[in-house]
């Protein structure tokens, strides 16, 4: 359009003869290209970054090691359980998904190094199940310049949620919500008043300690003590003096499972028995081992359900529980269905039917609009996903849980 425009500046300076030769000669060359035949366009759009005829490469940056080494792993195994059964069954659209996953040892600045090099070098389609609100809130900027999808995160921070990030699919429900109930059920179920909040200090504490402090002003409250402690380290001797001197009835804890189990342990140790209740990502199966005969009675709220062995598998709201089950079985025979893995073969199950819904001509843009035209899609957890473009969380429901008889049971159980 410039190069017209410009032409046709020149051509007022020119004589009339060369102008209707120009103009004559140009309707020519339209009449002769007319003529030729129309370019096939290729019915596959430009390849997308991780894509070929045979494979999708999703890049996953993780705990795998250290103190939340458990939680990476179990993550990873339960959607590895789910996306190896896909493989094994011919892939998605005849492609099959590998999953390239580095370890970060929940360490932000590792995490992104991690991420930098899945962009850069190893140029995946998506990135996938990443653990944790510091380490995941430190690669925000790489995922808006890259425009890369990261489905599945293993936070319920509230920064990754509000304003809706397009890049971002979160499938669990918030830590707000976790706290929320919480708070409502330690106020108006139990009559507690006194509440206190033992917090990781860092962005995930940071996140839950808000949620708490939002849900006890909603009953005129607010935290009568809170206490801390360094991400990667168990330093929970003051933190607990803070909570016990203030006399709480019952802690909000918002950790990881050693330093919490340490807390519990000596808090009972010197005599001090208030409500424990956790949120989920303290990785409840691993916080009960630790703590032993001293778990009953400990709440942790969930946001998947029970991982039973024993759930429905002919065709009952918890099919999903059943299959995952059943594949971890499979693929990760020296595993115990537990809560984390569970949460990550529904991750896997989201990011497969977004592939599906895609169809075979995958792109980034594409893979997300077609995860934001999911309205209710049953998953088998009798909790039915749901997004849109404005809201890019799937999974809204908090399950109550404590330990009991050897066990997490829901509390009407």
């Given at each position: 359009?410039?190069?017209?425009?410009?032409?046709?500046?020149?051509?007022?300076?020119?004589?009339?003869?060369?102008?209707?030769?120009?103009?004559?000669?140009?309707?020519?060359?339209?009449?002769?290209?007319?003529?030729?035949?129309?370019?096939?366009?290729?019915?596959?759009?430009?390849?997308?970054?991780?894509?070929?005829?045979?494979?999708?490469?999703?890049?996953?940056?993780?705990?795998?090691?250290?103190?939340?080494?458990?939680?990476?792993?179990?993550?990873?195994?339960?959607?590895?359980?789910?996306?190896?059964?896909?493989?094994?069954?011919?892939?998605?659209?005849?492609?099959?998904?590998?999953?390239?996953?580095?370890?970060?040892?929940?360490?932000?600045?590792?995490?992104?190094?991690?991420?930098?090099?899945?962009?850069?070098?190893?140029?995946?389609?998506?990135?996938?199940?990443?653990?944790?609100?510091?380490?995941?809130?430190?690669?925000?900027?790489?995922i808006n310049e890259a425009r890369i999808p990261?489905?599945?995160?293993?936070?319920?921070?509230?920064?990754?949620?509000?304003?809706?990030?397009?890049?971002?699919v979160n499938i669990r429900a918030s830590y707000?919500?976790?706290?929320?109930?919480?708070?409502?059920?330690?106020?108006?179920?139990?009559?507690?008043?006194?509440?206190?909040?033992?917090?990781?200090?860092?962005?995930?504490?940071?996140?839950?300690?808000?949620?708490?402090?939002?849900?006890?002003?909603?009953?005129?409250?607010?935290?009568?003590?809170?206490?801390?402690?360094?991400?990667?380290?168990?330093?929970?001797?003051?933190?607990?003096?803070?909570?016990?001197?203030?006399?709480?009835?019952?802690?909000?804890?918002?950790?990881?499972?050693?330093?919490?189990?340490?807390?519990?342990?000596?808090?009972?140790?010197?005599?001090?028995?208030?409500?424990?209740?956790?949120?989920?990502?303290?990785?409840?199966?691993?916080?009960?081992?630790?703590?032993?005969?001293?778990?009953?009675?400990?709440?942790?709220?969930?946001?998947?359900?029970?991982?039973?062995?024993?759930?429905?598998?002919?065709?009952?709201?918890?099919?999903?529980?059943?299959?995952?089950?059943?594949?971890?079985?499979?693929?990760?025979?020296?595993?115990?269905?537990?809560?984390?893995?569970?949460?990550?073969?529904?991750?896997?199950?989201?990011?497969?039917?977004?592939?599906r819904r895609t169809g075979a001509n995958l792109?980034?843009?594409?893979?997300?609009?077609?995860?934001?035209?999911?309205?209710?899609?049953?998953?088998?957890?009798?909790?039915?996903?749901?997004?849109?473009?404005?809201?890019?969380?799937?999974?809204?429901?908090?399950?109550?849980?404590?330990?009991?008889?050897?066990?997490?049971?829901?509390?009407?159980?």
């Open positions: 359009m410039c190069n017209l425009m410009t032409n046709q500046h020149r051509k007022r300076q020119q004589p009339a003869t060369l102008v209707r030769l120009e103009t004559l000669l140009f309707l020519v060359a339209i009449a002769i290209a007319g003529c030729q035949p129309a370019p096939q366009r290729d019915a596959i759009h430009p390849p997308s970054p991780g894509v070929n005829s045979n494979e999708i490469l999703i890049g996953a940056s993780l705990a795998l090691e250290g103190h939340a080494g458990y939680l990476g792993t179990q993550i990873l195994h339960g959607a590895m359980s789910y996306i190896r059964h896909i493989n094994a069954n011919g892939g998605v659209h005849g492609r099959r998904i590998r999953v390239i996953a580095y370890d970060d040892g929940y360490d932000p600045p590792r995490c992104l190094y991690n991420t930098q090099r899945l962009l850069i070098e190893d140029n995946v389609f998506a990135l996938f199940c990443y653990v944790g609100t510091p380490t995941t809130l430190k690669i925000i900027p790489l990261l489905v599945g995160m293993f936070t319920g921070a509230n920064a990754l949620r509000d304003p809706v990030n397009r890049y971002l707000y919500q976790e706290t929320g109930a919480t708070v409502r059920y330690l106020v108006e179920d139990l009559g507690i008043r006194r509440i206190g909040v033992f917090y990781q200090y860092d962005t995930y504490g940071f996140d839950g300690l808000r949620g708490t402090e939002l849900a006890l002003r909603r009953y005129n409250l607010f935290p009568v003590a809170t206490g801390t402690y360094i991400r990667g380290t168990l330093a929970v001797e003051e933190g607990l003096q803070r909570i016990m001197d203030a006399k709480a009835e019952a802690v909000v804890m918002i950790g990881t499972y050693e330093p919490c189990a340490k807390f519990i342990r000596q808090a009972k140790s010197r005599g001090y028995h208030p409500v424990f209740s956790n949120v989920s990502f303290v990785g409840a199966d691993e916080l009960a081992r630790i703590l032993g005969d001293q778990a009953e009675g400990v709440i942790v709220t969930q946001v998947v359900p029970l991982p039973n062995a024993d759930a429905d598998a002919d065709g009952g709201n918890l099919w999903g529980v059943a299959e995952y089950v059943r594949l971890l079985k499979q693929y990760y025979p020296q595993d115990i269905p537990n809560f984390v893995s569970l949460e990550g073969y529904l991750n896997a199950r989201v990011l497969v039917e977004g592939l792109t980034r843009e594409r893979f997300i609009a077609s995860l934001e035209s999911v309205r209710t899609y049953d998953l088998g957890i009798d909790n039915a996903l749901a997004f849109s473009a404005r809201d890019h969380q799937g999974l809204d429901r908090v399950y109550f849980t404590h330990f009991k008889d050897g066990r997490f049971v829901l509390f009407n159980e």
